[in-house]
């Protein structure tokens, strides 16, 4: 015990294994990108969690960013991000009511009474990390996890109406006075009640933060869609909206200070038998709130992010989030806990080490601290069309049907707690379920059955239009370097040439003004003709000098003027250059590209394409099988990389989802030109599509990547990624990408292609 106590409180641990002499530059960085990030997210999210909850707009901030240092000091995760959570809004709205104004205390009074039961809470959690006790956290049925999800997001819905109508009432606790006792009722009955009294312009509001919010985050999640909707809301607020009788933060909250860090001690009210009652409820509560959803945000961090090296450590997870639920309320917050969401956002936005946690809350206050006077500006309405937003989120399908599909008695403990959550309250719901569930397992509980594969839908009905044959490199571009590395890309040209690949070939240079004209193509002639006489004595050979302000430019100019079909460059290990001009040139230039390491084999052994089940995808697979026809390969690999965040996983769930990757696979391998070759699916489940593409490239050893772009411009490749560029970053294998509709695309173009309004949203609980 003694041991495990001093690993609890060892700040420099295996948490930080990645973090290496050889990449901290690197690891800081996207550390550094994902805390910003999710900061921007994170902001907006935490003032409405504590105005849901009845506290304060400042206490949200200043719980998430002080939650997210404490958990990441001495929590068990890497990647797990701590902030305020919608499952603890039930457990403290219902304690703010009952100890607050309402009920003829004082919010002083109640926040403090708040901060007692979180410290006793969070007491237990400590001793049940130190006695080993994290590992029973996950014995609660997954079928119970979705219901009281479902349960808490009906709520969070139903009590937030009052804000998007604009009919809140200023009489009742701080503007929001839901208890998860009747309190939906309430709110309810209120807004009915109260329709003559409707603001449609705070309901445009509130819809129109709701609907962009879900937009710009399905596009991607480098936007921080919750603070621009807020942004654009409270602008119309200020200025064409100003007379319209609109709520804002300010008329019921006041100023919002930007002195965050203020000390409030626990209180205690007189004992009773209902306040020792209510004690064991709140405390009760907190500890199974904490302890469940942590150790389910942190085993989906370690699967989402890839983790192969120390998985997390439920019992010192639990000594963090002790130390959160002692710590954060006495410094003007309020419990928190693992939040999917902002975890989920985290890992793809980057982060690999503790460190992101720590930026995170650093960004959050600095923020906060100069955009304080701003947030008083916020519509209430904006408020609940984020929380709308949250608790539509906190609903997956894929999960219900996954319950129900696993058997009857867990369907039915689901559907019991989604009801009895808002019917009665949050505990009496959850406790229920798991009293039930113990007792009746035994008979009630029998396996699921086997999972049979889905079946594939015909091609026809499927796809809108075939892809088109593989393309044909009739015009072939080389851009020489004149130095030592274009051996082996002659070489590489040499078993082209072997195979059939071009009938035009342009061996090109970009010169220097100051240079000879006359010798750099002479030198050129020599260097082709020592290598390649004898390959292309049918082909037509060209030599050009490049003139241009810089390379790319020039490239992008002779590819157009050629109307190349292919363009290769070769590259030295020790040179980033030559790299980062064949990464743009894929970007930005017309025909495909064709990246040749310096020392590559020409020989093509094994060829892997990356697809994404698109019409751009079909086109590279079409042109990999006529690459390995020509070269002889009977078969080829196709890799699909996709993202599972589902947190609730039965024993079958592995199977359907192979099923689900199987059948789509079915569907788009028709739609590709594969000349008679194998393609050997692998469906691979990561965050980091570049990294599972290299891995796998490795294993099976292979010779050449084969991948489909469409092109990015500048704006859509930072905005959106391109895994095109980051597997041409760090391939160390020839990469061809081939450019499907021979264009690059705008931000437009690439979202359209994308469909990014059929996208899954993000997870917000």
Known sequence: MLQRLKSFNTFWDDRFEDLTRETWLKTTYRDLSAGLVVALTAIPMAMGFAMAMGLRPEQGIIAGALACIIGRTWGGSKYQVYGPTAAFIPIIAGLMQKYGEANGGSFVEAHGFLVLVSAIAGAILMLMGLFGLGRYAKLVPNSIIVGFTVGIATAIALTNLESILGIESFNELLGEDEDIKGGMLHNLTQAFSNLDKI?????????????????????????????IAIGISTALAATVLADKGVILVRDIYGSIPNNFFVF??????????????????????????????????????????????????????????????????????????????????SIKAGAVTPLAGYFKGLFKLTLAYYIAGYLELVPMACIGGILLWVASNMIKVSEIKEVFGHNRFHAVLMVFTAVMVPATDFLTGVLAALVIYFAARRFCDTPAAAHKAAEPI?????????????????????????????????????????????????????????????????????????????KLPKARVHYRLLHGPNRIDALVGHSLEAKSDVTLLGHRPDRSGQRSLARRLAMLGQGSVWMVPNGSNPEFRRILVPIDFSASSAAGLSQAAAIARAAGVGECSAIHVFVDDSVIRYEEHDAIKRGEEEAEFARFVVSADTRGICVNPIYEEGIDATRSILEWAKRLDASLIVISTRGHSRAAAVLLGSTTTEIMANSAIPVLVVKHDNDHAPIRDVLLANRYWQRHDPRTN
């Open 199 to 227: 603001n449609l312009w705070s309901v445009m509001l509130g819809l129109m933060t709701f609907i962009l919010t879900k937009g710009l985050l399905r596009i991607s999640i480098f936007i921080p869609a919750p603070l």
């Open 264 to 345: 409030t001690p626990p209180a205690m009210p007189d004992i009773t038998a209902g306040v020792v009652a209510d004690i064991a409820y709140f405390v009760a509560a907190i500890v199974f709130v904490s302890a469940v959803e942590s150790l389910l945000c942190s085993s989906m961090a370690d699967r989402l992010a890839g983790n192969r090296k120390t998985p997390f450590n439920p019992d010192k997870e639990f000594w963090g989030q002790g130390l959160v639920q002692i710590i954060t309320p006495m410094v003007n917050g309020f419990p928190c806990t693992g939040a999917l969401a902002r975890t989920a956002t």
């Open 458 to 534: 015909e091609p026809a009905a499927k796809l809108a239009t075939p892809a088109a044959a593989a393309l044909n490199f009739d015009n072939v571009s080389v851009a020489l370097a004149l130095r030592g590395e274009d051996v082996g890309l002659l070489r590489y040209v040499e078993r082209l040439a072997e195979l059939g690949i071009g009938k035009t070939f342009y061996f090109v240079h970009v010169a220097n003004p100051k240079d000879a004209a006359g010798d750099l193509l002479e030198r050129m002639r020599e260097a082709v003709q020592q290598r390649l006489a004898a």
